[in-house]
T-cell receptor, first 115, second 115 residues
Framework: GEDVEQSLFLSVREGDSSVINCTYTDSSSTYLYWYKQEPGAGLQLLTYIFSNMDMKQDQRLTVLLNKKDKHLSLRIADTQTGDSAIYFCAESMKYSGGGADGLTFGKGTHLIIQP | DSGVTQTPKHLITATGQRVTLRCSPRSGDLSVYWYQQSLDQGLQFLIQYYNGEERAKGNILERFSAQQFPDLHSELNLSSLELGDSALYFC??????????????FGPGTRLTVL
């Protein structure tokens, strides 16, 4: 299977933590990525994790990986208005052509910040 | 700023026409990837080039083609355009040939509108 699933919307209050969830289906060793897309802008790489890791922390961002359930989450601590964006979960996948990889993306989660 | 540049930023054309989108990878990166982002399909991998050669194909239509030049910039050619080709086209680059660990950095995108 090659689907990456995410919920479409998440609404949080400013200052609270945001937790964006993602499920993936590939069972082989892979890298999993979180990208951020602000309105009218391109994709900004936030962080990534290898599938043999459980957790990765980078300042306000914490990535948790549950390999058994193929579940990935991105926690943003102390959510600010500038965090308002679409967050994409992506998985490295192998395509035809001999070992090279494109990324398979989820549909993206719109993070809405309430004042 | 990811270091990946794309031109033009916006493109408006008519059905049946042909357009060329251009991408310059980050300095030192050898791989270029093309993605299409549309409302109904989300973000989809189209094709990858590594050091001038096609490396992997994703969901690219036969009406679309790409190439990577000796200076490593890439062009995506879209022909016999249809209304459904209206989308945001992203280019990404990575340092290596596209292993699972090869992080991709995205450009700002070209928004194509077909009327």
């Amino acid at each position: 299977g090659e689907d990456v699933e995410q919920s479409l919307f998440l609404s949080v209050r400013e200052g609270d933590s945001s937790v964006i969830n993602c499920t993936y289906t590939d069972s082989s060793s892979t890298y999993l990525y979180w990208y951020k897309q602000e309105p009218g802008a391109g994709l900004q790489l936030l962080t990534y994790i290898f599938s043999n890791m459980d957790m990765k922390q980078d300042q306000r961002l914490t990535v948790l990986l549950n390999k058994k359930d193929k579940h990935l989450s991105l926690r943003i601590a102390d959510t600010q208005t500038g965090d308002s964006a679409i967050y994409f979960c992506a998985e490295s996948m192998k395509y035809s052509g001999g070992g090279a990889d494109g990324l398979t993306f989820g549909k993206g989660t719109h993070l809405i910040i309430q004042p | 700023d990811s270091g990946v540049t794309q031109t033009p930023k916006h493109l408006i054309t008519a059905t049946g026409q042909r357009v060329t989108l251009r991408c310059s990878p980050r300095s030192g990166d050898l791989s270029v990837y093309w993605y299409q982002q549309s409302l109904d399909q989300g973000l989809q991998f189209l094709i990858q080039y590594y050091n001038g050669e096609e490396r992997a194909k994703g969901n690219i239509l036969e009406r679309f083609s790409a190439q990577q030049f000796p200076d490593l910039h890439s062009e995506l050619n879209l022909s016999s355009l249809e209304l459904g080709d209206s989308a945001l086209y992203f280019c990404a680059s990575s340092a290596g040939a596209g292993a699972v660990s090869d992080t991709q950095y995205f450009g700002p995108g070209t928004r194509l509108t077909v009327l």
